[in-house]
């Protein structure tokens, strides 16, 4: 038995595989260890092959008149050829619509009511089909849970404990990262707080949710993350994205990787090969640049918003719900404006306890009261609004008379209306 694989499936497994590179090249696994989704479960899974789409060919009615010389003759359409008009165009959609049932049969629930009998009639290897699909995206769902519990602890301790100087915590970052992250001096020139550094950078991501999101796959790292995003947005095939995005980092694995070849190399004629069918080439590697420089040599804190101090340039509504969603796991209260990560969002939140989300949204509420206390604005009060003072009622009241008046002085004058001086009918 052999199981074909879609090109979503196909393409699945290669955000796998990029992955487990990662873990390889961070020392969390050996090399020889088995990827999820390629063992004993996909042993005999080959590729889908291309399906030719058939041609059909238009066949016209015998009543259709091409010839000047029938123009003026009684067209001979009958009670019969008007009736049975469009007869063979519903058989022809009938006939797509049963063969698309039968595949959705042996792809989906329906392949596990086959009889098995194994007597080639496709319904024993439809149930096969189905079982090795759910193996494969069960193991993929038990990967990426290990690898991002792997991730979370140092790379650079045997233990996994946390570095205990700032020696330790530049040695991470740059197992991480690069040799590039943090070698340039944040603005003013101050001495920087590596333990600051790699702590905001690092990824605390949600579990995998039965949605399988692309970013699910990258989620364990900020930098992947938010390259993912530039590289999705305004592209309508899922086919193209997942190749392109997947050879991306197959190219480039780390932010230093990418500064060196395209930044500061100016290499861009093969990033150009890897992903100019998405479009907007200029524009996404000026987002890529962008995001890299911000993520490598920014500020201690790295963080990614709308507003000016931490806006990164092509990072959108979209890059930062995805970045508070999967890079900082605030799903369960974020109110997003995606469809797709809404649906990701009512599955955290579901996840998550009430409490837990009460307590969530107060904690968020205070870190925006702090950061606006820090640039010098006003803190925004949730709850009943206080008593007015009189001053401020009669404030109020000349505020909306004036506004009145002015209302009434450029409405025209109505016909048959005489108004007085003072502009009032």
């Given at each position: 038995?052999?199981?074909e ?48 789409r ?30 049975t ?32 009998d ?8 439809g ?42 915590w ?41 949605h ?105 509504q ?48 205070g ?21 007015a003072?009189?001053?401020a ?27 007085s ?5």
């Amino acid at each position: 038995m052999s199981v074909e694989l879609s090109e979503y499936e196909q393409q699945r497994l290669e955000h796998i595989r990029r992955n487990h590179e990662m873990l390889v090249r961070l020392g969390l696994v050996d090399a020889d260890a088995p990827v999820a989704g390629t063992g004993a479960a996909s042993s005999a899974i080959k590729p889908k092959a291309p399906r030719r789409r058939a041609h059909v060919s238009a066949i016209a009615p015998e009543s259709l008149r091409r010839s000047a010389r029938a123009r003026g003759v009684e067209p001979d359409y009958t009670k019969e050829v008007i009736d049975t008009f469009g007869d063979e165009l519903d058989r022809q959609a009938e006939h797509g619509a049963k063969r698309a049932r039968a595949r959705s049969g042996r792809d989906g629930d329906e392949g596990e009511r086959g009889d098995g009998d194994g007597d080639g009639d496709g319904d024993g290897d439809g149930i096969d089909d189905a079982r090795a699909r759910r193996e494969i995206l069960e193991s993929t769902t038990a990967f990426l849970r290990e690898s991002r519990a792997a991730l979370l602890q140092f790379v650079t301790s045997t233990d996994g404990a946390a570095p205990a100087d700032g020696a330790g915590w530049r040695a991470e970052a740059a197992r991480r990262w690069g040799e590039l992250a943090g070698a340039a001096a944040p603005k003013g020139g101050a001495q920087r707080d590596w333990e600051l550094y790699v702590r905001s950078r690092l990824s605390t991501p949600p579990p995998p949710s039965p949605h399988d999101l692309l970013q699910e796959y990258y989620a364990h790292d900020a930098w992947s993350l938010l390259c993912v995003c530039v590289l999705m947005s305004r592209v309508s095939s899922w086919a193209t994205k997942h190749r392109c995005i997947s050879a991306f980092f197959a190219k480039y694995p780390t932010p230093t990787s990418f500064a060196q070849r395209v930044i500061d190399g100016g290499q861009t004629d093969e990033l150009r090969a890897l992903i100019h069918s998405l479009g907007l080439f200029d524009d996404r590697v000026r987002s890529l640049a962008a995001i890299t420089t911000a993520f490598l040599a920014g500020d201690d804190r790295f963080e990614v918003g709308l507003e000016p101090a931490h806006k990164v340039h092509g990072v959108g509504q979209f890059g930062v719900h995805s970045f508070l969603i999967f890079v900082r796991d605030q799903g369960a209260t974020l109110k997003a404006s995606d469809a797709a990560l809404v649906t990701f969002c009512n599955w955290r939140r579901k996840q998550t306890p009430e409490a837990v989300v009460q307590k969530l949204q107060q904690d968020e509420h205070g870190a925006r009261a702090q950061a606006r206390l820090a640039e010098g604005g006003g803190v925004e009060v949730v709850g009943a609004p206080a008593a007015a003072s009189p001053a401020a009622h009669v404030d109020a009241t000349d505020r909306a008379g004036s506004r009145a008046r002015a209302a009434r002085a450029r409405m025209p004058a109505a016909a048959g209306l005489r108004t007085s001086k003072r502009g009032r009918c």
